[in-house]
């Protein structure tokens, strides 16, 4: 029986039978190592602990159940190595060493295993009881490698599980070797890893001198004696900073071996030890695998050989690109109606059973505010859903490596690099993920770059905006070049942004990156609904949260307060509401920011929905619902859509929709830019100049656009 | 031993040693943890701009600015198709 709980980032565990145990499991694992998919199989789950907003150390955790014992599994990030460079590498290297995890279980990539020993070998330095898992072993036998496990376990010291987490075959062994250290008293440590004569001789040398510092740093004095000849940053930090003369004197030691090391290589000393540990795995699997086949010449190649094309690259990323939208859109409208028939259903039912109908202040915060505002935005879910699909379709099938690698010719150009393209993808659901996305950027300066320019990638959030306005105003064929439209533009700007920023405030060189192209695979459902759910997840997170409350405080905006009973007599009842509207704070505020808002084509009315949109970009739909809805319920019911395109023009309604994109990032994702970036100062001048640029671009288009007399022709 | 050319001046399809890595300690600790250090081989899959390469049974990406810091001792001897990739 298989049982999973999620704790949160901070709980250790959380007992859910009573004869639970202490027994803590960590995963570590290359970026396409499999982990997630194997972490989810030992867990029996798909939930996910979301990296979120001001949490520093996101390794996820779960439980695993196995023949009547529970193990705690601790995801940590997926890394290259244990250096000390990316903040997961950091978090990956300080959980092992300071929480002190029962097993590490080492995923590896069989199809590429030596690169994925490096960071294995690194965990070994770390002198702690693991297991290793050759995942993706499937793959790796089809392209002709056959692994000697008995050989490859005595030579590395510890237990070795083959398995497929995509096919799910080995998980019933892998929990066995997990359970096997849990019963056995004893924990085996894997061999000391060597690193060849003279690298030996100095750590001899060097591993005495520093083991009053280790013990303060409680850490292993072999490895701190290595890191020091790898002129570790964080190391020798910590020495300067916490060990005082002894630390100095250790350090001199440090530097008088590496200068021995570098004399005797010609090289430098991180370049011998990384030569070593590759001479070391290469030892290993010289003797463990042996490899029928000299090259892979496989499917996956030879699709790489027609998407990277000079020729084809460029055509094929741009043709995925609309289909993506294309069958968002198309798929995504029958779910659509569906959803906006059954809230305004909903809406009638609450309103007919209540007593006094609308008329009742609470049953119109109900029904006009709630339920309006937060079905407005869910009537959106199925499109955003439906982009995380294909999304999740592409990351999992390999292609946006291959995007990266084509785009990077272009993103050089404006001071990013290929890798800048993967977070940018993730920033067209949403910004908040989007910009944890650039933890995996290593230099700070494009980290920076790219996190200032994502609000640019238009998010799910404003999805909503552009589906109401451009349904309600162009007919069918026109519809998907112009959300396509919308997005390049946003696009466009974001380079142009970046080329900025890199020439003044964050000069740098971006051309110095490395990025691995997996191979190619068919996504499995579950992954695919995995990475969809994670996503979609936060969005309907804020729908109940965010917008409910913002919902509410709008509708109050809205409502109060109320015009005197003189100002309503001999009118309408539409007139009425007009009037009910102006009087509003809400509309108050919207007139007084009318004459700065008139140029760029924004009436009191959209001026208003904008100060929602702050709270979150849907809420600025939520808002003209409420806006336009106002004491309908005893008349036949207007859709938003017949009453915007009663009011705007198609003109007015490209500067709403491009205001939208470029304008004003959303609270969340300021609050996520001040604790990733570490600055108010970074939020700040992003929320600024977006502002600034928006207002000058839809100013300039509302302008020449009415001018050139496209108000009438559109 | 030939004398060492930068993997950018190393011919698409051409296979070659890596001898010596030109760049500080961050540029060698990563292209060490994707699997590339003195004496690995590799292949050029694709070239210009940032280029595809084959090492340890992977294919890698490098970027541009990476590619001249990687010197390497070409395997086979250069044929008259070979082109440089830039």
Known sequence: MIEEKIVGNTKRTVPAQPEKSEFRAALGGNPNAGKTTLFNALTGGQHHVANYPGVTVTAKEGLMLHKGHSTSLIDLPGTYSLAAYSPDELVARNYVLDQHPDVVISICDASSLERSLYLAVQFMELRVPMILVLNKSDLAEKSGHIFNIEILERLLGMPIVPTSAHREEGIQELKDAILNIEIRKERPLPVKVTYGREIEAE?????????????????????VALKLLEKDAYVRNRLTGECGTDGASLLTQAGEAIGRIEKHFGDRSEIVIADQRYGFI???CQEAVTTTSEMRHDISDRIDDIVTSELLGIPIFLVLMYFLFKLTFTLGAPAMMLIEATVGWLGNIVSSLWPGG????????LVDGIIGGVGGVLVFLPNIALLFVGIAFLEDSGYMARGAFIMDRFMHKIGLHGRSFIPAVVGFGCTVP?????????????????????????CGARFPIYTLFIAAFFPQPWRAPILMGIYLLGIALAALLAKLLRKTLLKGDTSLFVMELPPYRMPTPRGILSHTWERTRQFIRKASTVIVVASCILWVLTNYPKPDAEQLENLTTVEQQSVELSTSIAGRIGHTIEPIMRPIGFDWKTSTALIGAFAAKEIFVAQLGIVYSLGEADEESYTLRQRLRENYTPLQALCIMIFCLISIPCVATMATMKSESGAWRWPLLQFGGLTLLAYLITLVLYQGGTLLGFESML | MTKPISLKELGLNRTARVVKIDGGRGIVQRLAEMGISSGTELRVVRGKGPIIIEVRRQRLVIGHGMVPRIMVDPIEPATPDDKPIL
């Open chain 1, 434 to 458: 989007a910009i944890m996305a650039t933890r995996a950027l290593e230099n700070k300066r494009d980290r920076l770059t790219t996190m200032l320019v994502l609000p640019l990638m238009s």
């Open chain 1, 358 to 365: 609308t008329e009742n202040a609470l049953c119109s915060l």
């Open chain 1, 203 to 223: 750590l001899e040398q060097l591993t005495p001198m520093a083991a009053q510092a280790a013990e303060h740093l409680s850490r292993d004095p072999r490895w």
């Open chain 1, 282 to 284: 290469s030892g290993a």
